[in-house]
């Protein structure tokens, strides 16, 4: 298993990020994410708890569902499905207000089940791609939104 941790601070209000970050629309300002879907909506909103969203990356595609919602604190979400097969342990984006604006943790633990190859695809590909593309959006959300 790999996690891969990125923080950034966003100057911008609470909410606004939280707001942007949940809605995975905004994943394919990241050109390593093709398209996304929402297959489910959630219960609270579009992107709340039990939503479920489609994502076709360039290595792969996600089924992903929304196990945890606190506006505008932190949503939790699970990997139900991939391919290529995955094990997905946890995803978890946070959010604090701090001195110029809003303290953003993006975390996730995971694995490419392959035979043979799987720990090596998760190190050496797997762990770099999910960087870049949390770095994507989160550069989206800071270049999009209005600064505090």
């Known amino acids: 298993m790999q996690t ?7 100057e911008a209000p609470q909410d606004e990020v939280f707001d942007f970050m949940s809605n995975a629309a905004n994943f394919t300002r990241s050109a390593l994410v093709l398209r996304q879907r929402l297959a489910r909506p959630g219960l609270q909103a579009p992107y709340g708890p039990g939503a479920v ?17 606190d506006a505008p604190r932190s949503f939790d979400y699970t990997v ?7 094990e997905h ?3 978890r984006v946070s959010f604090a207000t ?4 809003t303290h953003v943790v993006w ?3 995971f694995r490419v089940k392959f035979p043979l190859v799987g ?14 593309v949390f ?7 800071a270049a999009d939104l209005p600064k505090t």
């Open 107 to 109: 975390t996730t633990t």
């Open 4 to 10: 891969v941790t990125v923080e950034r601070t966003i």
């Open 119 to 132: 720990d090596a695809l998760t190190r050496w590909v797997g762990r770099p791609m999910l960087t870049r």
């Open 98 to 101: 701090v001195d110029g604006g």
């Open 135 to 141: 770095n994507d959006v989160l550069d989206a959300a």
């Open 53 to 69: 969203r489609i994502l076709l990356w360039t290595i792969g595609w996600f089924r992903e569902r929304i196990t945890a919602y």
């Open 80 to 86: 139900e499905r991939s391919f290529p097969p995955s």
């Open 89 to 91: 342990r946890h995803g």
